[in-house]
Every structure is written in C-alpha cells, then in structure tokens.
C-alpha cells in the first residue's frame, strides 16, 4: 500500500516548483488584488432588489473568478504541451495518476488568480452582504417592525432605506460582513493548508535529490530562454533570406546585418523535429545519465516515450 501511494505521488508537482513561479505566483495575485479593488470602486452597484441582489452578488464573486481562471489555463504553456501530447501521441504514455496530477498542475496554477480574487471579494464583504441581506430573519433582529419584509432588507446594502432602520441596517450589514470574512479567512487557511501538504509530499515523494530537482529546474529554464531567443534570430535571419531571394536585396539595419553573416541558416527544422520536442515531459534516465527535457531526449538520440531496455523512467512529471 505504501508502495503504491508512494508510487501515485511521485507524479505530484504543483506550481510552487521553483522561486519563480512563486514570484509570478505572487505578481498574479497582486495584480488581482488591485484589479479587484478598482472593480469594487467602479463597476460594483448592489442594485437593491429583492431576487437581483443575491444572482448580482454571486455573479460579482463568481464570473471574474472564471473569467481569471480560464485566462489562466490558457496563458499556461503545459495546457497546449498536454494538447500536442495528446494529438500527437494520446494519453497512453501516462499512468491515471500521472494524468490527474499533470491537471492538477494546471488547475492549481490557473487557480491562483481566482482564488485570490474570492478571497479579497469575502474580505471586503460588499458581494456577500448584496447578496444575502433579503435572506435575513427579521425575527434575529431586536424589535425590527413587523410591516417590514425581505423587500425593505434588500435596501439595506443602499442609502436609502427608512430612517427608523438605521441601526437595523447596520446591525445585518456588521452581520453579513462578519460572516463573509469569517469565510474568507477559512479559505485562506484551507488554501495554506493544501499548498504546505502538496509541497511536502512533493518533496517526499520525489525520485530526485534536492539539489538534482533545483538544477533541473535551473536547466529548464535557461533551456527555455535560450530557445526563444534563438528561434526569434532564427526566424529573423531565415525571413530575412526569403526576402532577398524574392526581391534581390534586403534592407537590414546594422545589428541585423551582422547577425545574417554570423549565423548563417541554410534551412528550416522538419515537423518530426518539433513534434519530438514538444508535448509534456516525464523525466527519464538513459543508461543512468538524466535526460531533462524532450530538447536534452532529442539531442541524445533517444527515441519514444516509454522506458527502453537500458532505459528507465523516473515518473515524475516536469510540469
């Protein structure tokens, strides 16, 4: 049994993989905070009605939290590396584990906005207290007249209420505020929670030393700028020879110029070159050496996904 579980979690790495991630996990919560605020001075209006308060609350908590959530499952680079995998290759490579946890991955990092957008929304309480204030047992409130009904407590949220109600108004609103921070801190704690169990059954379950998992990640990320960067001189100079074959000439600046005589292109990559390199990526070993990325596969000649003879796969999920 421990043996399987240990098995099962060794695919588990969520998106506090690096520092940073953790930085731009932040940069994102951030922003969120501040756009939530200018939301709240801008285009929040409780409209005071019975019915439309509790779907315009809601609404108000829940379709920007959505909306930030499918931004950020489409800004994440291993939704389209899960895509091409699946396209090209399917999902047969990977164990349910490995696949349920590689959605996790995407799921937890897109979450990161909409979470904090929730949070922020319970803090301030506005939403929750337009949302509920009809819902309210005019019973619980000390001496509140009976001729008033969930109607009136609609209003409440608003300026212009009755003026015997006053101190009712402000008694369901302290209520109602109490409430929504009290949810708000709970989710806060659960979220914390979540994150400091995932990062050490993560760091237990992994099949690479602290170190090894720290340079993989450093490897990873020069591999990726490197690339870029490349490509983007690649694609200039490649373009550029088009042009001059077409027109006969081509009109570079300087720096262009110097980059065309220093790194000649004489063709383009095939799409079996790019398909080998994109997709999601378990890490692996060859005959004991790690390979750490598709690119590093690639490059060392070694083909499939699957662990060969003199091969072995590590499980664990470069996400």
């Not at 389209?80 to 959605?103: D, I, Y």
């Not at 009712?168 to 302290?174: G, P, Q």
Request: overall charge positive; proline content about 5%.
């Amino acid at each position: 049994m421990a043996a399987l579980i240990t098995e099962n979690f060794r695919f588990l790495s969520l998106f506090f993989k690096s520092k940073d991630v953790m930085i731009f996990n932040g940069l994102v919560a951030l922003g969120t905070v501040g756009s939530q605020e200018l939301f709240s001075v801008v285009a929040f209006h409780c409209p005071c009605s019975p019915a439309r308060n509790y779907i315009y609350g809601l609404a108000a908590i829940g379709v920007p939290a959505l909306a930030l959530f499918l931004i950020g499952v489409i800004w994440n680079n291993h939704t389209w590396n899960l895509v091409a995998e699946c396209h090209k290759r399917g999902a047969k490579n990977f164990s349910a584990a490995a696949t349920f946890l590689l959605f996790g991955s995407i799921i937890g990092r897109a979450g990161v906005a909409p979470v904090t957008w929730s949070v922020i929304s319970l803090l301030r309480g506005e939403a929750y207290v337009c949302a509920l204030s009809e819902f309210v047992d005019p019973a619980s409130l000390d001496k509140f007249p009976s001729r008033y009904g969930p109607e009136t407590l609609a209003r409440f949220p608003c300026k212009d209420i009755p003026g015997n109600l006053t101190s009712f108004k402000e008694e369901v609103i302290r209520r109602l505020r109490y409430e929504s921070q009290l949810f708000g801190w709970l989710l806060i704690g659960v979220i914390a929670v979540l994150v400091f169990l995932t990062k050490c059954l993560k760091h237990c379950c992994s099949p690479l030393s602290y170190r090894q998992e720290g340079y993989w990640s450093q490897y990873r990320s020069s591999e990726a700028k490197l690339f870029q960067r490349t490509a983007e001189i690649h694609s200039k100079i490649l373009a550029a020879n088009n042009v001059k074959q077409f027109f006969g000439f081509v009109a570079l600046n300087k720096e262009e110029k110097e980059l065309v005589e220093e790194f000649p292109v004489e063709g383009v990559q095939p799409s079996p070159q790019w398909n080998a390199i994109t997709g999601v990526y378990i890490y692996r070993e060859n005959k004991g050496f790690p390979l750490y990325s598709r690119l590093h596969k690639w490059a060392k000649g070694v083909e499939g996904n699957g662990p060969g003879p003199d091969g072995q796969e590590m499980a664990f999920l470069a996400i």
